[in-house]
């Protein structure tokens, strides 16, 4: 019986995720020494190699597999599933978990970080577990109580450095985000519980309700998935917490934890047999705001994790938009569309688990290089950090949706859709094209400023001047991501292999797709061809630079007698056009010192982008509450007495009310 149980691939995702659940468990009583974290490592490792063929292979055969828990709980069965929608999300979750793991040997080791390390490696563990049994419950209070886990582990890794107030209000942020998301999902359990009877999930178009109760159950689902995937307005903890976590935590929630949201929202989605077409129209307007918004504030930013940060939420409204799209081309009966839209959004889900991870870790080695996030200090790195910049650069390609890397796979399907609707009767989804178009051209200005500030010209800083290429440990997961991202673009067609079996259980039968409608060597002939004309201007740069005579200098000051490096242009430099024209959504706050005297010592001028959403409503709305919490404080007077008399008060009240 045993080595049946062995053979079977759900036994081991199931027992992956338990491993990876303890992985952690050994540092804390380890707590001398870096035995603990290689153990992770080494838990993390052999939990993926576990789970990833399994997954691969349950995908590949259609195989489903289902679990019941007994409990003593009152919210009936305790079930667990694994389906074709669960193990695709399962997929990033086990990629880049081991990868984080590998990668914070270098960046977070234990010798080093002695007293915050093992909780670290213990809540990154935690994590990922919670987020796999979030993506196989199959009952709302499991489901609710795996959500609840993951979002207090993701509280504890990003308060890591809580000494800093900027980190500990960035903790607070999460946690009311998390709540409000929370609040919102227990609606949504309690209208199913209502509808079905049961806390049980239901089977895929299966939930037929009336369009009232149907509505609210998705517009709950929007908010409290929605709120975790960081779609505009509800994104308000994530620039945040993924600029103040340490790099390889915020490699793992945005690149993982964010897509969770999306498979809400696709599981909700897939409970109906139908869908109203406004659904769709408010997903694609959601995504595409978030798209467009989160990418020009991000062009503004000099903070280079908080730069990672907003184009996440580009990344997450692209998913979005391709997900309304393929419930516009259900409810229309329009199965190119539909297929395009959900192909899409799902390839990119994957895409994205590759490359947005990739810059977090490149932005984690030049942080551990220089110590600063802020890029107007750094400058000049290629130089001394030439494999950490090659795979900056590579997955900077990749997110700016640019061919031979898998971005560009993906947001091709997406294009697709949107032009194919130009010539539909009513061609209003085909303005998604222009759309995603700029919010492109916006990303190629964004990461070109993040690449070229970060590490080209010369150092601003005496720290960027003595930095230090990263170690292996860092150097092998970001080959990895990018070696994968490299992969999706050449061969998509591998990638689309583990997309097609969740587009053809979600997708009912009536509107299946053929398949996609462009060869997919194309793909490969097209990176191709990027690949050898840049290996070719390679090779013709470097032999004719190798022809002329050596000789070093300083790079040409435009005339000045005594140039020096802050005459460069700087991350606030460089984005202040695009600022300018984004100015409705972000604010600068600048501070300047004073300046007095006929020979006035040196001051300093600093320039903060912040977002006018958020500062200026957002805040707002949060400060009025909270003077209504404070005075509903006052009741709380500490006196016994006093509480007896609400007691009272209380019970009077109630008896009236009975009368």
């Known amino acids: 019986m045993f080595t049946e149980m062995v053979r079977d691939p759900a036994v081991l995702v199931i027992t992956a995720t338990i491993l990876a659940a ?53 919210f009936g069965a305790c079930e667990i599933a694994l389906d074709p929608l669960s193990l695709f999300f399962l997929i990033p979750i086990f990629l880049v978990f081991p990868a984080g793991s590998l990668y914070a040997c270098g960046y977070w080791p234990a010798a080093s970080h002695r007293s915050s390390e093992p909780s670290v490696t213990f809540f990154y563990g935690l994590l990922c577990a919670a987020m796999a049994l979030v993506v196989v419950a199959r009952n709302g209070a499991l489901f609710m109580i795996a959500w609840e886990i993951m979002a207090l582990a993701g509280y504890f890794l990003l308060v890591t450095e809580h000494e800093e107030p900027e980190v ?26 209502l509808a079905t009877g049961s806390f049980l999930f239901p089977g895929t178009g299966s939930l037929q309700l009336a369009a009232a109760s149907a509505s609210l159950i998705f517009i709950a689902a929007v908010v409290g998935f929605g709120s975790k995937a960081g779609i505009m307005p509800l994104h308000i903890w994530l620039p945040s917490a993924h600029a103040n976590a340490p790099s390889h935590v915020s490699a793992l929630l945005s690149g993982v934890m964010l897509k969770i949201g999306i498979y809400g929202i696709l599981r909700v989605v897939s409970f109906f047999p139908g869908h109203p077409l406004w659904w769709g129209i408010l997903l694609v307007l959601a995504g595409l705001i978030s798209a467009l918004m989160g990418i020009c504030i991000a062009s503004a930013q000099k903070d280079i994790k908080r730069l990672l940060a907003y184009s996440s939420i580009e990344n997450l409204g692209i ?82 949706g640019l061919p031979p890397f898998n971005g560009f796979a993906s947001e091709f399907l997406l294009y697709l859709g949107f032009f194919g609707e130009a010539r539909a009767p009513e061609p209003y989804l085909a303005l998604g094209a222009p759309v995603l178009a700029l919010v492109g051209g916006v990303a190629v200005i964004s990461f070109v400023k993040l690449f070229g500030i970060t590490f080209l010209g010369a150092p601003r800083s005496p720290e960027a001047a003595k930095v230090h290429e990263a170690p292996a440990a860092m150097l092998l997961p970001m080959a990895l991501l990018a070696l994968l991202s490299l992969l999706g673009g050449l061969f998509p067609q591998l990638f689309l292999r583990l997309v097609h079996p969740v587009v053809s259980a979600v997708t009912p039968a009536t509107l299946r797709y053929p398949g996609l409608p462009v060869r997919a060597l194309w793909f490969a002939s097209l990176g191709g061809c990027v690949l050898v ?41 460089f984005g202040d056009m695009l600022g300018s024209l984004a100015s409705p959504l972000i604010r600068a706050r ?70």
């Open 533 to 573: 004309l840049a290996a070719a201007l390679f090779w013709y740069l470097r032999r004719r630079g190798s022809a002329l005579p050596a000789g070093s200098g300083p790079t040409w000051g435009c005339g000045y007698l005594r140039p020096t490096a802050r005459m460069q242009y700087t991350a606030s430099s």
């Open 22 to 74: 303890c992985s952690g468990v050994p540092g804390l009583f380890l707590r001398h020494g870096p035995l603990g974290q290689r153990l992770a490592t080494a838990g993390a490792l052999a939990a993926s190699l576990l789970a990833l063929p399994a997954l691969v292979s349950m995908l590949a055969s259609g195989a489903r597999a289902g679990f019941v828990i007994d409990w003593n709980l009152p």
């Open 168 to 193: 500990r209000s960035a903790g607070t942020v999460y946690l009311i985000a998390s709540h409000i998301g929370a609040a919102s999902l227990l609606v949504l359990f309690s209208q199913l519980r």
């Open 319 to 400: 998913i979005t938009a391709g997900i309304g799209m393929a419930l516009v081309g259900q409810g229309t009966a329009n199965p190119r569309l539909a297929y395009l839209g959900l192909a899409g959004a799902l390839f990119h889900v994957l895409n994205h688990s590759l490359f947005k991870p990739l810059l977090f870790f490149a932005a984690g080695s030049v942080m551990h290089a220089t110590g600063t996030r802020d890029m107007d200090r750094m400058g000049g790195l290629a130089a001394r950090m030439p494999w950490s910049a090659a795979l900056c650069l590579g997955g900077a390609v990749a997110i700016c």
């Open 590 to 659: 600048i501070t300047v010192g004073g300046i007095a005297g006929v020979a006035p010592a040196a001051v300093r001028l600093s320039y903060i982008p912040e977002e006018t959403i958020l500062y200026r409503v957002i805040q707002p709305v949060f400060s009025v509450v909270g003077i209504g919490f404070a005075f509903i404080r006052r009741l709380q007077h500490g006196e016994v007495q006093i509480y007896i008399l609400y007691i009272f008060a209380t019970l009077f009240l109630l008896m009236f009310w009975v009368e």
